[in-house]
């Protein structure tokens, strides 16, 4: 299976803001819903044959009438990047994606972030806005072989 990567625009649909954590050390959380027009290789993250079954060879929809295709999915330890900040140990899911003509497919996504105050105040400015943002795996460390 493919890493689940994304670089590029997506509008902010929706916060969910909370304070998670034992009573005597809760932490500021935000779920960020995140919607954007991306590459039909997006789907080969969940299934390397959908495509075939979903375009034709020209990426047209074989079924302009598909429903929405939502996996349940969760990806672990991303980086995230909005609004020029990021944030690291970020999860991502509950995956929604439409496929669209010319090899696109419209998703939308979940993601959790540990934001200060201000960022929160910052993200909610951008609702139902356009930004760039960036998701990506943590990169795996290797500290080479122990002796």
Do not use: W
């Amino acid at each position: 299976m493919d890493k689940f990567t994304y670089c590029g625009p997506a509008v902010i649909r929706h916060l969910n803001i909370r304070k998670e954590g034992p009573e005597e050390d809760k932490i500021l959380a935000v779920d960020i819903k995140f919607q954007c027009t991306a590459p039909s290789t997006m789907f080969d993250f969940f299934d390397s044959d959908l495509r075939s079954v979903l375009y034709t060879d020209i990426g047209a929809v074989k079924n302009t009438a598909i429903k929405p295709i939502e996996f349940t999915n969760t990806v672990m330890n991303c980086d995230l990047t909005v609004l020029g900040r990021r944030y690291g140990s970020v999860e991502v899911g509950k995956f929604s994606l439409k496929p669209k003509d010319d090899h696109k497919v419209e998703m939308i996504f979940g993601t959790s972030v540990q934001p200060t105050g201000d960022e929160v105040a910052q993200l909610s400015e951008f609702v139902a806005d356009e930004v760039d943002i960036r998701i990506e795996p943590q990169p795996e460390l290797d500290f080479g072989a122990t002796a």
